[in-house]
């Protein structure tokens, strides 16, 4: 049994590759950070040697299979799955700090800091050793609460997080164990399961929270004409738009949107690139809540608006295998319901547990965001990727 856990860190140990290779440590005031989803990154106590340990950090890439799984508690027992099969594109893995360092009160720690596994007290303890100044305190970031064979989940100390490093806009492989610099910009978002997915959309600029109260309102209902003009924001901040949106609409676009709107101008522009329409009646309702149905409707439309200024034909690439929903069959969305979860996951399930996807029930601003955000990331990759 000792052999196969040696086999298997070596094996991690020897695929794993540098995202960025060695860096000039004069440039670590250059590096930012990215939230990410949280639980998509798992921090592991590898076995390592006799009776040493190491720091391993799994990234589920893509949920087209899972790279990792858990059992038991205190301690979490992890069986790093990735092994069994290539598992390029849908997981990442990280061995040394070429992977991953310490980002503290957003300063990049990785060239003062090294990160140790060490037992201590019937646990195994993620610290971090200044080694420049040995008088230094050691920074614990985790620990396994307990002790047993085999690969261990690391659970992160309280306002411990992960995050990846960013260089001039870009985001990199290299993961940060980060604390401090605020891990929420609101208020109400911290307990919600879109909280990263939120942060992210906030940053990119496609939507706010409430100056006010500086909340973001995750479970408050979003109108058609406030998805809209979401959607539009997003799709202006994508790196291949050649759009500039209107501020001012030529006429009334709908009988019940007058021209002198706020949304007026984006919902006509809207109209005429195809991405949204009105309904049987000829009206638009703008201050209708829209459903989660019409969401999808509108985030399809979006993506192949996207492929277009791109210069291809509006035909989206599935990532990853189709959800099959238990509501859906008979709906008149459920053919771009079931299109958009194969498409990096824009359709997935009510508060993302489950196999119900809830078309008709109003769509909340946390899932409109998350959704929105998974649609420009699926466009960009596939640039990326042509590119």
Request: charged share 20%; proline share 4%; hydrophobic share 40%.
């Amino acid at each position: 049994m000792k052999n196969s856990w040696r086999q298997k860190i070596a094996t991690l140990a020897t695929v794993a590759i540098s995202t960025i290779g060695a860096w000039n440590p004069s440039t670590a005031a250059t590096f930012g950070q990215q939230e990410v989803t949280q639980n998509k990154f798992i921090a592991v106590a590898a076995p390592f040697g006799e009776r040493s340990h190491q720091l391993l950090i799994i990234e589920q890439k893509s949920s087209q299979r899972p790279c990792w799984s858990e059992s038991g508690s205190e301690p979490v027992i992890v069986e790093p799955l990735l092994l069994d099969f290539d598992f390029s594109g849908i997981c990442g893995r990280s061995t040394d700090s070429n992977g991953y360092s310490i980002r503290r009160e957003g300063i990049d720690l990785g060239i003062q800091y090294l990160l140790r596994v060490v037992k201590r007290n019937n646990e195994l303890l993620l610290i971090g050793s200044n080694i420049k100044n040995r008088q230094e305190p050691e920074i614990i970031l985790g620990r396994t609460n307990g002790l047993a064979d085999g690969f261990l989940k690391i659970e992160l100390e309280p306002e411990w997080r992960f995050t990846k490093r960013t260089l001039d806009g870009r985001t990199l492989g290299h993961i940060y164990l980060t604390f401090g610099d605020s891990a929420f910009t609101f208020v109400d978002i911290a307990s919600d399961i879109y909280a990263d997915e939120i942060q992210q959309a906030v940053k990119l600029g496609f939507i706010a929270g409430f100056k006010e109260d500086n909340t973001f309102r995750p479970e408050a209902t979003l109108t058609r004409e406030q998805l809209v003009s979401m959607v539009l924001e997003g799709l202006s901040q994508l790196p291949t738009a050649n759009f500039t949106l209107p501020t001012q609409a030529s006429g009334k676009p709908y009988p019940d949107v007058d021209a002198s709107r706020w949304s007026a101008a984006k919902i006509q522009w809207a109209r005429e690139n195809n991405i949204v329409s009105g309904y049987e009646d000829g009206t638009f309702k703008p201050t209708k809540p829209v459903t989660r149905a019409e969401l999808m409707a509108v985030q399809r439309r979006a993506a192949e608006f996207a492929q277009t200024i791109e210069g291809k034909q509006a035909v989206l690439v599935s990532d990853q295998p189709a959800r099959n929903f238990s509501d859906i069959q008979s709906h008149w969305a459920a053919s771009v319901i079931t299109e958009m979860s194969s498409y990096c996951q824009v359709a997935s399930p009510f508060n993302e547990t489950g196999s119900a996807f809830l078309p008709n029930n109003q769509a909340r601003r946390n899932y409109a965001a998350a959704a929105t955000l998974r649609m420009l990331n699926c466009v960009n990759s596939e640039v990326s990727s042509s590119n």
